[in-house]
């Protein structure tokens, strides 16, 4: 038995060797190759008056897959294992206007650029992401779609008097986020914990794990919404950060066709109609 | 008459719903070497582990001089101190020397110092031929020569009763007769043994006694030579017509 | 408004002298922006970074134009600057003009329109190079209220912005200075290469891990000491004549291993803490960690004792041996020789599962390493972290895999080291039954 067992166990050295050679040349395999067919894909344009044919790359041929963080309501969240919120419709819309059938792919928020950056896996964000210069160093953002501010979230009852009181806190934020960004630089003495998204960062703030929570203003908004948790938002904090979807900077075309499609859906009432819809009320 | 080292009285014993013993009574007196035969599966083993109480009677007594072993209450521990066995399997402890192993219970047990249970370790394995093996662990020794650690193993402790369960019939049969001598000494040196083995040379030259048992009860006893040369029960002859 | 606002009239002879006159008497500088205050998005100096403004303007001014007196030291010539406006929460859209004097320093927004009053001002300068020196710098900053009437366009001042940095330490300066390098480039021009193993996060992200590498291996040298006694302790309850304490171990055994490590670190450190029960995070890992590994070793243990032959319990006991006595001097020792490579096994596995305390805030290995990925935009600490979990595993899995062999070989008397031949018979003190408590061990969680 024991001598079954060792062999089961452990390969001989030679073996070893081999599977390790090619284990590696098969990563560098695909991750050279980008493992994506690119098609193109012809899409029409129907708006104008005159019919200008757009050739957009996708990774797959007639299909744009959106890449999201769907643990950010009202902007994306699972609802059983569909994907859903006003990114999601917004991003549907689009897709209509550029004859692409839309699909979301959930992806941890700050893994999301250099995975579009890598290629291969979709070929759009749409995750309630800031455009921010530094992030545009990675990738190129559409125009804007929404705008946004961040948000202080304390246990019901606290009164906030300014970032001094944080100092020697815990603070949690969502990884990679601007809320992050902003507590990093306003909330000075205090230790940021990262979290994968918003709902652990609350889940942790309700136990007492961190003392405060910066986080998405309208995200806050809507997962506080009907709180029995003893949460609130203690803070509003203007910091006018406008939401893009990320496309990879290959691929100028679709960022183009995609900030047409949005000025048009702008221009229809599409965007009011979903935005309504997430938010209860028009966009002013 | 004096004091009997081990008596049985009316022993039986029960696994389940098998009746292993059926009432066996059986006194050895100081000094004698008494054998036990029989057939497989007659309760001989059950017996000599009923008497170091490694297997709790069910009714009947044991007794250890004026101990009652399975008597409620008893301390166990302390009446197998005194009461050395010697396995068919050796049982010697694998991750200790001979040396080790010889003087673990000295130690743990009667507390002896470290010197003192090595000077008896070293001696009783001269005893037994092993002088130049006590450094040496079980795995490195033969079957006989671990058969005798375990004897001095057992004999270290100063008992005053030795039970052997067929300690040969594991052994190659040129090591089996390294291991008898050693009994024989030891026989002959006055100790108190109860043997159960088919070795009828050994029973015939040093046995006091012999016992027969046959279905979980002794069914004859007497000397070595009244027991195997004039059987009188029929399933005593026909045994011993199967192994002679 | 926690303090009288007071203006005062400056007058503007230069820009450049303005600055030095700034610093000295600030202390007799009126505010009228409230809330304003300057912040910084690099803690080290040397390099490009983003300066943000923030204020709000009085009721009665609308600002035609904001500049910022960078000190000496600070070189704003290639900055870039982005406007955000606020009314309350609501984005204004504005257009301005921006210049910068490399001479002297300032780099001046020029709002298209005035800007109304009470806004809230978000004012981006990016790359803005800085002094490599860390320490605490003020960054004077002006504006200009539009004429109203009869009084004349009006510079007023806001001063006492201090914003601060540190020395960039030894890595952050080796990973700058590969940043000019040929070689790093060309390296770094192969996608797969710059995402995963980019020399400049190499450098940075080694000493920013090590730190979460010894916490990930203090939290384990930690819980698997108590976790040895914990699953001696279950074993043997689990091997108790008294049944409901052998239920009680059976339960807690198949409730720890029957749930993922995830959930249970989930409990304890959500769950219980919600009810009011907490200790320090620390603690928390440790016991979770101890707790759910003393399950799987006490199912190891348990197995490795009871694949010790009974004839050596026996012969224990006919010495005179009390249970505790076999235990602790033959049964155990024999157990422990037996049971090595599976408590190794489990001593990796547990190592690598301290990952799973990033989702709760403890700052091992995984988590730091996520958080630089996060910044970084680039995955290279996420090789850095795997390095540091292989330092440990690699040696180990070894080791696994020496103790398995030797094992085999003591168990079939292979070799004995005087080349003695072992017993023949098969009855030998170490055949008791198969082991199987490695196999059951060798599934992952
Ligand atoms: N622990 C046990 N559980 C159940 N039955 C047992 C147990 N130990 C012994 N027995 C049974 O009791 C009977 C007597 O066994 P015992 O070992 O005493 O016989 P024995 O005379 O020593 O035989 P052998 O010469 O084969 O060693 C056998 O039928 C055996 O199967
Ligand atoms: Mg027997």
Known sequence: MSVAFIEGGFMSKGKKWVALVLAVALVLAVALTGCASKTDTGTSDTTGNTTKTVTLKTIEPGKLLVGSDTAFPPFESM???????????????????????????????????????????????????????????????????????QSLVMKKGTTYTGPEQLSGKKVGVQSGTTGEAWAKENVTGATLVPFKNATDAFAALQAGNVDAVVNDLPVSTELLKDDDRGLAIVAQIPTGEQYGFGVSKDNPDLTAAINKALAEIKSDGTYNDIYQKWFGILPE | MTQPVVRIVNLHKSFGSLEVLKGVNLEVQRGEVVVIL??????????????????????????????????????????????????????????????????LAQRKVLGRTQAEAERIADEQLAKVGLSDRADHYPSQLSGG???????????????????????TSALDPELVRDVLEVMKELALAGMTMLVVTHEMGFAREVASRAVFMDGGVIVEEGTPEAVFDHPQNDRTKDFLGHIS | MGHPNRRRTLRLFSLAIAGIVLTCAFATQAIAMTGAKVTVDRD??????????????????????????????????????????????KRLSTSFEQSIDPQTGVVSVMFDAPVPPKSNYLIQVRDVMTPIAGGTYELPVQYTVEASGTSSPEVRSVSGLTFK??????????????????????????????????????????????????????LVLSAFPISIMGGLGTAFMKMSKVPPVRWLASIYINVIRGTPLFLQIFVVFIGLRTTGLRFPDYLSAVV??????????????????????????????????TYWQAMRYVIIPQTVRRVLPTMTSEFILLFKDTALFAAVGIFELMLRSQNFVARSGNLTAYVVAALYYLIITI????????????????????????GKRRARGGVGPLSGPDFDATAAKHESR
């Open chain 2, 38 to 103: 029989g057939p497989s599966g007659s309760g001989k083993s059950t017996t000599l582990r009923c008497v170091n109480h490694l297997e709790e009677p069910s009714s009947g007594e044991v007794w250890l001089q004026d101990v009652q072993i399975n008597a409620p209450g008893a301390n166990v521990n302390k009446v197998r101190e005194h009461i050395g066995m010697v396995f068919q399997s050796f049982n010697l402890f694998p991750h200790l020397t001979a040396r080790g192993n010889v003087m």
């Open chain 3, 165 to 218: 940095y540190n020395t960039p330490p030894r890595e952050e300066v080796i990973s700058r200075w590969l940043d000019s390098q040929a070689w790093v480039k060309m390296w770094n021009s192969v996608k797969v290469l710059d995402l995963f193993l980019k020399p400049q996060q190499f450098v940075r992200a080694v000493p920013l891990l090590f730190a979460g590498w010894l916490m990930s291996l203090s």
């Open chain 2, 145 to 167: 020569q671990q058969q005798r650690v375990a004897i001095a193993r057992a004999l270290a402790m100063d008992p005053i009763v030795m039970l052997f369960d067929e300690v």
């Open chain 3, 44 to 89: 080290t100096g040397g390099q490009l970074t983003r300066f943000t403004f923030a204020a709000t303007s009085g009721q009665d001014e609308p600002v035609t134009r904001i500049d910022f007196l960078f000190p000496e030291g600070f070189d704003p010539a290639d900055a870039k600057v982005d406007v955000t406006l606020l009314e309350g929460l």
């Open chain 3, 395 to 418: 040696p180990l899995i070894n080791l696994v895999g020496r103790l398995e062999y030797k094992l085999a070989q003591s168990e079939h008397g292979v070799t004995a080291p005087t």
């Open chain 3, 288 to 321: 979770v960690l101890a707790f759910n590994s003393s399950a799987y070793l006490a199912e190891i243990f348990r197995a490795g004792i009871q694949s010790i032959s009974k004839g050596q319990f026996e012969a224990a006991s006919s010495l005179g041996m």
């Open chain 1, 79 to 149: 609802n059983g294992n569909v994907a859903e919120g006003f990114d999601v419709d917004l991003m549907k819309a689009i897709g209509e206007k550029l004859g692409l059938e839309v699909t979301f792919k959930t992806e941890i928020f700050d893994t999301l650029i250099p995975t579009l950056k890598a290629g291969g896996k979709f070929d759009v964000i749409a995750s309630g992401m800031t455009i921010k210069p530094d992030r545009q160093l990675e990738i190129d953002f559409s125009d804007p779609y929404y705008d946004s501010n």
